[in-house]
């Protein structure tokens, strides 16, 4: 299992960032995905989630109607647009994936918001 994200960067509060990341190494259309992030001192955290076809969505409460989770199976790839970013959305995010009672995180990417 490979994941590997890309997108992320330093943005002024109000502003966007598109997060993507790309899978590899399993059957990515029979998996619910989900993004997570953990800010300097904090626990990781659950952002939002995304059912196998795409069509169940659940997101943490301080992101909704601001994070939009994604996938195309045909990619296997799964995004994360996110508008209006706070400077409490300063975070390393990372893409996820339960396997056969496995864990797998990508690397993560830096998200940056701050005038």
């Known amino acids: 299992v490979q994941l590997v994200e890309s997108g992320g960067g330093l943005v002024q509060p109000g502003g966007s960032l598109r997060l993507s990341c790309a899978a590899s190494g399993f059957t990515f259309n029979a998996y619910v995905m989900s993004w997570y992030r953990q800010a300097p001192g904090k626990e990781r955290e659950l952002v939002a989630s995304i059912s196998t076809g795409g069509g169940s969505t659940n997101y943490a409460d301080s992101v909704k109607g601001r994070f939009t989770i994604s996938r195309d199976n045909a990619k296997k790839t799964v995004y994360l647009q996110m508008n209006d970013l706070k400077p409490e959305d300063t975070a390393v995010y990372y893409c996820?994936?339960?396997?056969?009672?496995?864990?797998?995180w990508g690397q993560g990417t830096q998200v940056t918001v701050s005038s």
């Open positions: 996820y994936v339960r396997r056969r009672a496995n864990d797998h």
